[in-house]
């Protein structure tokens, strides 16, 4: 019997490239789960990124083994954690139709999450049945492997908890099958809520997001990374050196407490009047290359064949416990 505890999750495959937002409001919670010794499964959920086809078709397996490989530059271990794409492990659609049967229509219509979805779709976009089973989803996606914990950030919280309510109205219908997992939401705000490098029409930080255009991508050049910053959104009353800057709300100042051992200095300094932000700008280009740089490494020694044969591993190790669960769902609901 192992002891070790069981954690699951999953990120969406809708680009080929995670951002730090990403990484700072996962990733990096999942890579120290991993070295605290946990049982990690971790998903690249390919299906979910079909719930909302907006534009042109997308290459989902490319992203699905683009995403793969930063988790793995990321600082998930393949020889510990299991990392997998959702639509290689069949059984997830199985219990995702099975749930279905269980969850009323008006519990997934009153979801928070579908009404913003729903919302930031354009007028001439499908609202999809898939849309609205996307929590049904998810909940297959985690009860699945009967896990201790799944840490997602906090907008993730309604799906946790309809997960949850899926799993009560199949137990108490058929028989406890699924245990009650907990909730690992991250409470440090500023890494699961990480600002974009730009700022909205009323100069506020807002998140990082691909929609936005104003990310900054784990794999990327030192150049790349250099430029991005170097457009980056400061204070816009500080035109010279010496005027005052104002730290929380410029996004290199908010990356540099983050990433630079010495913020605190060069907070004070910029309030102070006593750097420049092109200086600030420099400063956080280098710590910021110094902390990816271990991920580029990782991420250079990746080909596609070696991508390809740890997530068929990791869908090996997936499958071994979701038969073991799709057994007992069977025979709860005497379907065999
Ligand atoms: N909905 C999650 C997101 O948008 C991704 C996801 C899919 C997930 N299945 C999951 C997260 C299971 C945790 C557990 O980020």
């Given at each position: 019997m192992s002891e070790r505890k069981r954690i699951l999750s999953g990120m969406r495959a809708t680009s080929p490239k995670l951002h730090i937002g990403n990484y700072e409001g996962a990733l990096r919670r999942w890579v120290e789960l991993q070295n605290e010794g946990c049982e990690m499964f971790c998903m690249v959920a390919d299906w979910h990124a079909l719930t909302t086809l907006e534009g042109e078709p997308m290459d989902i397996r490319r992203n699905s083994l683009e995403v793969a490989k930063d988790f793995v530059a990321g600082g998930l271990d393949p020889a510990k954690s299991a990392i997998f794409i959702q639509?290689?492990?069949k059984e997830h659609a199985e219990l995702h139709l099975l749930f279905s049967m269980v969850v009323g229509v008006g519990k997934l219509e009153r979801n928070p999450t579908y009404k913003d979805m729903v919302s930031a779709?354009?007028?001439?976009?499908l609202v999809s049945y898939g849309l609205l089973g996307y929590p049904v989803l998810q909940a297959s996606d985690i009860l699945l492997y009967k896990p201790y914990g799944v840490p997602v950030g906090k907008d993730q919280a309604p799906h946790l908890e309809l997960s949850r309510e899926i799993g009560r109205a199949f137990n108490s219908r058929y028989g406890e099958v699924f245990p009650e997992f907990k909730d690992l939401i991250d409470k440090d705000e500023s890494r699961s809520k990480l600002p974009g490098l730009d700022a909205d029409e009323n100069g506020k930080l807002r998140k990082m997001s691909k929609s936005y255009g104003n990310c900054l991508y784990l794999n990327e050049t030192e150049d790349e990374t250099a430029a991005r910053i170097k457009s980056a959104f400061t204070t816009?009353?500080?035109?010279?050196?010496t005027d005052p800057g104002i730290p929380e709300g410029c996004a290199v100042c908010q990356y540099l407490k983050l990433y630079s051992p010495d913020w605190e200095k060069q907070w004070a300094e910029d309030v102070a009047g006593e750097r420049g932000c092109f200086q600030s700008k420099k400063e956080l280009t280098e710590a910021l290359n110094e902390f990816l740089r271990p991920m580029r490494e990782r991420r250079a020694e990746l080909d596609d064949d070696a991508i390809l044969a740890i997530l068929k591993d990791g869908a090996d190790k997936a499958r071994e416990v979701a038969q073991k669960t799709m057994d007992e769902v069977r025979a709860a609901m005497k379907l065999a």
């Amino acid at each position: 019997m192992s002891e070790r505890k069981r954690i699951l999750s999953g990120m969406r495959a809708t680009s080929p490239k995670l951002h730090i937002g990403n990484y700072e409001g996962a990733l990096r919670r999942w890579v120290e789960l991993q070295n605290e010794g946990c049982e990690m499964f971790c998903m690249v959920a390919d299906w979910h990124a079909l719930t909302t086809l907006e534009g042109e078709p997308m290459d989902i397996r490319r992203n699905s083994l683009e995403v793969a490989k930063d988790f793995v530059a990321g600082g998930l271990d393949p020889a510990k954690s299991a990392i997998f794409i959702q639509s290689d492990v069949k059984e997830h659609a199985e219990l995702h139709l099975l749930f279905s049967m269980v969850v009323g229509v008006g519990k997934l219509e009153r979801n928070p999450t579908y009404k913003d979805m729903v919302s930031a779709l354009s007028k001439s976009t499908l609202v999809s049945y898939g849309l609205l089973g996307y929590p049904v989803l998810q909940a297959s996606d985690i009860l699945l492997y009967k896990p201790y914990g799944v840490p997602v950030g906090k907008d993730q919280a309604p799906h946790l908890e309809l997960s949850r309510e899926i799993g009560r109205a199949f137990n108490s219908r058929y028989g406890e099958v699924f245990p009650e997992f907990k909730d690992l939401i991250d409470k440090d705000e500023s890494r699961s809520k990480l600002p974009g490098l730009d700022a909205d029409e009323n100069g506020k930080l807002r998140k990082m997001s691909k929609s936005y255009g104003n990310c900054l991508y784990l794999n990327e050049t030192e150049d790349e990374t250099a430029a991005r910053i170097k457009s980056a959104f400061t204070t816009p009353s500080k035109m010279r050196k010496t005027d005052p800057g104002i730290p929380e709300g410029c996004a290199v100042c908010q990356y540099l407490k983050l990433y630079s051992p010495d913020w605190e200095k060069q907070w004070a300094e910029d309030v102070a009047g006593e750097r420049g932000c092109f200086q600030s700008k420099k400063e956080l280009t280098e710590a910021l290359n110094e902390f990816l740089r271990p991920m580029r490494e990782r991420r250079a020694e990746l080909d596609d064949d070696a991508i390809l044969a740890i997530l068929k591993d990791g869908a090996d190790k997936a499958r071994e416990v979701a038969q073991k669960t799709m057994d007992e769902v069977r025979a709860a609901m005497k379907l065999a």
